[in-house]
């Protein structure tokens, strides 16, 4: 029996050339953290809303920097909310797709 797929061309070089440029892209961006986690897409964000949290520069770090503040004592739940863009509700659901702690108590 022989394997039938060995048989049928790539499109061109260039496409396999294209393929492994993103994935070399991709993991780059995994590699140095430039990426968000899946569950992310689980939030009830509109896809404008999460493409805008998404675009902006240092997203992640931003979160954290604020979730830290708010640990301490230093901003509110609505503030941080306030901070980002969204509301109380968005900012719960992100804090536990991150899996960060939700209250400060």
Not at 45 to 62: A, C, N
Not at 71 to 82: D, L, V
Request: proline share 2%; glycine share 6%; charged share 30%.
């Amino acid at each position: 029996m022989t394997d039938n797929n060995e048989n049928i061309p790539l499109e061109d070089e260039e496409t396999k050339e294209g393929l492994l440029e993103g994935f070399r892209q991709s993991w780059h961006e995994a590699m140095t953290g430039q990426t968000l986690p899946i569950k992310l897409l689980w939030l009830e964000l509109d896809s404008d809303e999460l493409e805008e949290l998404i675009s902006q520069k240092g997203f992640l770090k931003r979160i954290h920097d604020l979730h830290e503040q708010f640990m301490r004592g230093e901003i509110s739940q609505g503030k941080m909310a306030e901070i980002l863009g969204i509301n109380r509700v968005d900012l719960i659901h992100l804090l536990e797709a991150l899996d960060l702690q939700v209250t400060n108590l």
